[in-house]
C-alpha cells in the first residue's frame, strides 16, 4: 500500500518535469498525500477507530476472530477486555511483545514503562525495527502499536523506577485512575524487567498498592524462563524467598560491559511473552486456569509448574500488611466463594459452558497429570539468586493446609520412585 | 524515521512551489529519497548487509545476543545458521511469526509459500499490518523481513501448493538449489497451514522427497495447538495416524463463510510459533533435544509430549518407501552413531559442554518426569480427525523398543497412582 502510494508520487513528480506550467495543483496534490502518509492513523492506509466491536465475520473486521472466542464457549464476554488496564514494566524482549499481544487484542488502556532506546543489538527479538534504532523503546513502542491499533489507549514512561523520582512517577501512574488510595487504577501489572533490582521494585510498588501482577524472565543463556503470578497477601511476593537466601550480587551493569554480554533468543522470549499475555488473558476475562507458576526449559521442552505460599517472616512489610489482611478477610471471601459456586451450579444447568461445535471438530481431551503431578516441587529460585546455605528444604517450610499434607507427602514419595525409573 | 523522510519531501515541494525555476534539480533529488523509500533495505535508514557474524558486544552489532550462545556453551558454532535453508509453508498466524524469528536469528535462506491476502480480520495475530491490507501475505512478509535483516535471503511463492501447478512449483523450489535428484536444496521444511488437505500435500512433497519437516497447528477454539516433527521413514508421517481414523468431512471452506468464522488469538499462536522455531534451531544447530510432538494446551498451560512411530500399512507409498529404506540402512547408521558418540566422549573430556559462567548465575535445574512420564501417551489425533471406530489401544500398535518396555510398564502404573491421588 505505501509502496503504492510513494510510486503514485514518483509518477506525479515526472508529470510535474514534463509539464512545469500546471506545477501548482500537481504540487498541491503531492502535499495532500505527503500528509496523509506521515498521518496514517487518520489516512486510508491505516484503519480508523471502531466504537464497538462487532462479531461479524467480514474481511475488515479485526475483531472478528476475537468476538469467536464467545461463539466457541471459551470466554463468556469478550467485549470487556476494553474495560481493562494493563501495566507493562519493561519493553524489551518480552515487554514489547506482550504490549503487541495485548494492543493486537484490544485490551482498553496500556501503561508502558521503559528508560532504555533502541539498539540494532536488540533486533535478534521480535518487534523493534532497524529504523527505529536512537528513539526511547516507549516511543518506538507507541509508534508501532497506535498504528496496528488505535482503539488502545497507550501512555507511556521514559523513566527509570529504581530511581526515587521514577518510582514515584510509577506509583502514581499506577493510582492515577484510582479514587480509593488503597486500590489502582489499574487492573493488572506484567513485570518484563531483566534484573533483580527492578523486579524488586515491581515487588514493593505492588505490595503497597495491593496490585496483582505477573512476573517473568528469561535466563542469561537465553533457553529458559518463566512467568508468575503474585497477588499480595495470598500468594509468595517476590521478596518471599527464604530469608537464608541472598542475592549473589549481580551487577546489572557488569552483563553491559564490553566484550561480555548476555545471550537472548526471540523464541524463548515470544514464548514467554505468549504464556505471560495468555494468562493476563485468562485472569482478566475469566476462563481457563490461571498458573501460580509455570517455568519454560527449552533444551527439553519441559515446563515446571508450581504454587508458592506467601512467608511469614517475609521481610517486606507491605507483604506481611497483605498476608494480615488476607487472613482477615477468610470468612467474608469463603462466604462469596460460596455464593458464587452455587450461582454458577444453577447457571450452568442452563447452559452448559462446552458445546460442541457445529464442524464436528474434536479437541484433543489433554489429560492433567503433565503439571499437576509436579506442583509439589519445591521453591525454585528467582532468577540472579543462589542458595548460600543449604536447600531451604532443609528448614522448617510455612505448613501446608492440613487436607493435603498426607497427600502431598504420598505424591513426594512417587515423585522419587518416577525421577529413579526415568534416571535409569 | 521515515515520517522523518516524508517531512524533507514536504520541504522540498514548498521549495518548487517558490522557486519553480530550478525544478529539475530539485525534483531529480525527490525522485533519488523516493526511490530510497521504496525499497528501504537500501536506503540509509536501515541497516546495511553485515559480511560475516561478529561476536563483539557493541549497541550497533544486531547478532551480539545470538553469538553469546557460543560464549554461554549452549551452541557450538552458531554462524552455521547462515549455511541452512528454511522452507515456510503457510504465512499465517504462525508461520508469519516463525519467519520473522528465523529472520531475526540470522537464517541463511528463507522460502515463503502463501496463496492469500493481508485483510483486517488477521490484526487479531502478530506480523502483518493494517496498512499492508490487501498485499499478497507473501509481498508484505518479504516487506517487513527484509526491512528488519537484509542478510537473509528471501524467496517467496504467492501460490496454493493444492493445485497441480503450485504442487510442481512447490516441489521445483524445494529441489532448485540440489545437485542430487532425492535430496532437496533446503534443510527443514515447517508446515503453517491452517487445513487437513495442505498438511497431506506438504506431507506427500516431504515423503517424496525424504525431506525432514516439522508440523504445526493450532486448534480451532484458540486455545490448544501443537509441534510435531516428521522424518520420512523414521517417524510417523502425516498420512501414519491408523487406518480407522477417517478424515471428519471439514471443509476449509466451511470456515470462511459469511458469519461463522474459528477464534484466534496472538497469544496461542506466538507460543506455538516459538516452539516450532526453537525446535527448528535445535535441529539445525544441533543443540538440546527435539521434541517429536509437543502440545500446548494454554487453559491449564498443560504439555503434552509423545512419539509416533511410522505405520507399516501407511496410504502413502512413498512413506513406506521411507520406511523400507531407513530399515534397510539401520547397520550404517548404528556404525556411523558410534562412531560420532567415541569422537564425541574424546572431545568431551578436553572441554565439558556445560562450565560455569562468570557471573555465578546458575541455571534452575529442572527434573524431567514432567515430560517423560507422558513419552507413553497412546495416539493423539491430528487437527480435523475424529476416531470413527474404537480407540487406537484396542487393536495391535508396532511393539516399543524391548529394552525400554519393562520401564513404561512401571511408569504406567506409578503414573495411575499418581493421577488417582492427584484425584482425590
Known amino acids: 500500500m505505501e509502496k503504492e502510494q510513494l510510486g503514485t508520487l514518483l509518477r506525479d513528480l515526472d508529470a510535474l ?112 525495527r532497524p529504523e527505529q534504532v536512537g528513539m526511547t523503546k516507549t516511543d518506538a513502542a507507541v509508534q508501532t ?30 493510582k492515577a485512575r484510582s479514587s480509593d488510595e488503597r486500590s489502582t487504577g489499574v487492573d493488572l501489572v506484567l513485570s518484563c524487567v531483566d534484573n533483580y533490582e527492578a523486579r524488586m521494585v515491581v515487588n514493593q510498588a505492588c505490595n503497597e498498592l495491593g496490585q496483582t501482577w505477573m512476573e517473568s524472565g528469561v535466563s542469561e543463556d537465553a533457553v529458559s524462563g518463566h512467568i508468575q503470578l503474585l497477588v499480595p497477601g495470598e500468594t509468595a511476593c517476590f521478596a518471599c524467598a527464604p530469608p537464608l537466601v541472598v542475592a549473589s550480587g549481580v551487577d546489572e551493569r557488569t552483563l553491559k560491559r564490553e566484550g561480555v554480554c548476555a545471550a537472548s533468543l526471540p523464541t524463548t522470549m515470544g514464548v514467554v511473552a505468549g504464556l505471560l499475555v495468555q494468562n493476563a488473558l485468562k ?25 508458592m505460599r506467601p512467608n511469614p517472616q517475609c521481610s517486606n512489610p507491605a507483604c506481611v500488611q497483605r498476608q494480615k489482611e488476607y487472613m482477615e478477610s477468610k470468612p467474608a471471601r469463603d462466604a462469596a466463594a460460596k455464593a458464587k459456586m452455587e450461582a454458577e451450579a444453577s447457571a450452568e444447568n442452563e447452559c452448559p459452558v462446552h458445546v460442541d461445535n457445529e464442524w464436528n471438530i474434536s479437541v484433543v481431551d489433554d489429560d492433567e497429570t503433565g503439571t499437576s503431578s509436579i506442583r509439589n516441587t519445591p521453591y525454585i529460585l528467582p532468577e540472579g539468586l543462589v542458595r548460600e546455605l543449604p536447600d531451604a528444604d532443609s528448614y522448617a517450610e510455612p505448613a501446608a493446609p492440613a487436607s493435603s499434607s498426607a497427600i502431598d507427602d504420598d505424591l513426594e514419595e512417587l515423585q522419587r520412585q518416577l525421577d529413579a525409573l526415568n534416571a535409569s
Do not use: W
Not at 486510508?44 to 464467545?70: C, H, T, W
Not at 482503539?151 to 529504581?162: A, K, Q, R
Not at 481457563?288 to 519454560?296: D, M, N
Open 17 to 128: 518535469k514534463q509539464h512545469p506550467d500546471d506545477h501548482a495543483s500537481t504540487i498541491d496534490r503531492m502535499r495532500e498525500r505527503l500528509a496523509a502518509m506521515m498521518n496514517p492513523a487518520a489516512g486510508a492506509a491505516s484503519r480508523s477507530k471502531i466504537k464497538d466491536m462487532s462479531a461479524e465475520v467480514v474481511d475488515n473486521n479485526p475483531y472478528s476472530r476475537l468476538m469467536a472466542l464467545q461463539r466457541m464457549g471459551v470466554v463468556e464476554n469478550y467485549e470487556r477486555i476494553r474495560d481493562y488496564s494493563v501495566a507493562i514494566v519493561g519493553i524489551g524482549g518480552v515487554g514489547s511483545v506482550a504490549a503487541e499481544m495485548l494492543t493486537r487484542c484490544g485490551i482498553g488502556r496500556l501503561l508502558l514503562y521503559d528508560y532504555d532506546t533502541v539498539e540494532l543489538a536488540n533486533m535478534n527479538r521480535l518487534f523493534f
Open 145 to 174: 502499536l497506535s498504528g496496528i491499533n488505535p482503539d488502545v489507549v497507550l501512555e507511556s514512561y521514559s523513566l527509570n523506577i529504581t530511581t526515587v523520582k521514577g518510582f514515584e512517577t510509577f506509583l502514581a501512574s499506577l
Open 283 to 307: 485472569y482478566l476475562l475469566n476462563f481457563g486456569q490461571v498458573s501460580p507458576y509455570l517455568g519454560y526449559n527449552s533444551l527439553k521442552d519441559y515446563f515446571p509448574a508450581m504454587e
